[in-house]
């Protein structure tokens, strides 16, 4: 197996060494082979990335200006979305056709869209006799996951650059490679020294710093919940600015009428999809008590469709869980639902093969709501069927977790779904199957975060907003 080994960070447009020796294993899920190491940086990585960050940052830099370094940057990383599919399959287990399509395929789309946000938007507005101006926010402290290394620093750092703004990157331990090489395509563009840096690490040194440094204007973090709340805590102690996207336990509802088998397939899919290891996945499907038992069954057909295996091979479905801490919580989870009483349909928490960290798509049916599978995310291939009496029942349930990231709504007509889907305090919504769309603000309600992500609402989060009071025109 050939190792990926970086032993420099990317700082003020220069790969150094970090200022310690430590470094950190990159692990193959599927084989549990060591693939690889980057540097485990410290506060004095940050500190430099930071300085360079800011003396890099230009708040009078030109609109035409940040067009080019985005295209260049678009152009230098989409030629290199082969190879960082395979890095993706390799570090995290995505399963070779999701690494070549959701994996690579959907940041390329994210940042188009940035790329045409930026053609069209109106930095300069009058507002009354005022003149509003929006200008980059400074320098962004950007950390994120392992679930979509690609896709979250796309989400990230492009509508950065879009903005005018500078960045210092901490990527996840699990999943770097991915993301240094994406570094490169950075480094081809030929940004300014100190625009975009990486800084690897540990998240209790490296983001911890990053999120409570006196010279990083706003952090943008992806991740769970708890330590969400960490990053919003430090970053208020010095009062900057915080985008959270946190944690999911997304409803998918299916009332009563509803194309019922084309529900239920679409249903399983999502909630399986990257392997469950997904914020906006569908955990939660809510099934009408009348149609219970026909879901139940529509619901196990389409599980024994879904082959877990090697991630190389095209006909893989679910790939391992992304690392043994990840397995290990899985595993907890589908333990316990036992014990609290759910009655497991399919799957359970063997490892399915004597070498990586490989589970069976589980599902649980009869979840009680407020248990803890029906309440908290899971992040593996476990899904939670819960019956619901009537719509009432049904809004109660999907309303009734700490969450609201994402979730769907099937109806007999579109009318009927948008009319409930209004109710459901969540983020983002999926109407009768209705695509993704990477343009669309995403983001969370209650402990799903703070701030939106993708399009023209997630560019917005990166400008400051300036108001000029003009006297009065003689």
């Not at 150094?16 to 485990?40: F, K, R, Y």
């Not at 992304?322 to 036992?338: M, W």
């Amino acid at each position: 197996m050939h190792t990926h080994q970086r032993s420099e960070l990317f700082i003020d447009g220069r790969w150094v060494a970090p200022s310690g020796s430590g470094v950190i294993d990159v692990v193959d899920p599927a084989t549990e082979v060591v693939i690889g190491h980057v540097p485990a940086g410290d506060e004095a990585d940050v500190d430099a990335a930071v300085a360079a960050a800011r003396r890099a940052f230009d708040p009078a830099i030109t609109v035409p200006e940040r067009r080019q370094r985005l295209r260049r940057v678009i152009d230098a990383m989409e030629k290199r979305l082969p190879d960082i599919a395979n890095l993706i399959t390799a570090e995290m287990g995505a399963p070779v056709r999701i690494a070549q399509t959701v994996q690579t395929q959907v940041p390329l789309a994210v940042a188009n869209g940035f790329a045409d946000v930026l053609d069209t938007f109106d930095f300069e507005e009058r507002v009354g006799n005022s003149m509003v101006l929006r200008e980059p926010y400074g320098v962004v402290g950007a950390i994120t996951p392992w679930n979509y290394p690609l896709y979250q620093v796309v989400a990230k750092v492009l509508p950065a650059i879009a903005a005018g703004c500078t960045v210092v990157l901490k990527p996840s331990n699990e999943a770097p490679l991915s993301v240094f090489a994406f570094i490169e395509a950075c480094e081809e563009a030929g940004l300014p020294p100190g625009v975009v840096n990486i800084v690897s690490g540990p998240g209790r040194v490296i983001g911890e710093r990053l999120a409570s440094h006196p010279d990083v204007d706003f952090v943008s973090f992806t991740g769970s919940t708890g330590v969400g709340s960490r990053v919003g805590e430090l970053a208020g102690q010095s009062v900057k600015k915080v985008a959270l996207e946190l944690g999911g336990k997304s409803a998918n509802v299916i009332l009563d009428g509803a194309d019922l088998a084309t529900a239920v397939k679409v249903g399983v899919g999502n909630a399986f999809l990257n392997g469950g290891q997904t914020c906006m996945a569908w955990t939660r499907m809510l099934v009408p008590q009348t149609h219970y038992h026909e879901a139940l069954d529509l619901i196990e057909s389409a599980v024994n469709r879904y082959t877990v295996g090697d991630p190389w091979d095209p006909a893989t479905r679910i790939g391992p869980s992304a690392s043994q801490s990840q397995f290990d919580t899985v595993r907890g989870f589908i333990d316990r639902a036992q014990r609290d009483g759910a009655r497991l349909l399919t799957g359970g928490s063997e490892r399915i093969r004597d070498i990586g960290f490989f589970l069976a798509p589980t599902v649980f049916a009869d979840v009680d709501p407020e248990s803890e599978l029906g309440q908290e995310e899971v992040f593996g291939p476990v899904l939670a069927v819960i019956p619901y009496t009537d719509d009432d029942d049904a809004l109660r349930i999907a309303n009734g977790t700490p969450y609201g990231l994402s979730g769907a709504v099937w109806a007999a007509d579109d009318d009927t779904a948008i009319a409930f889907a209004r109710q459901i305090q969540t983020g983002q919504l999926d109407i009768n199957g209705g695509p993704y769309n990477p343009t669309a603000p995403f983001g969370g309600y209650k402990k799903s975060g703070i701030g939106r992500e993708l399009g023209r609402f997630g560019f917005e989060e990166y400008l400051q907003t300036k108001s000029l009071q003009l006297r009065a025109r003689p």
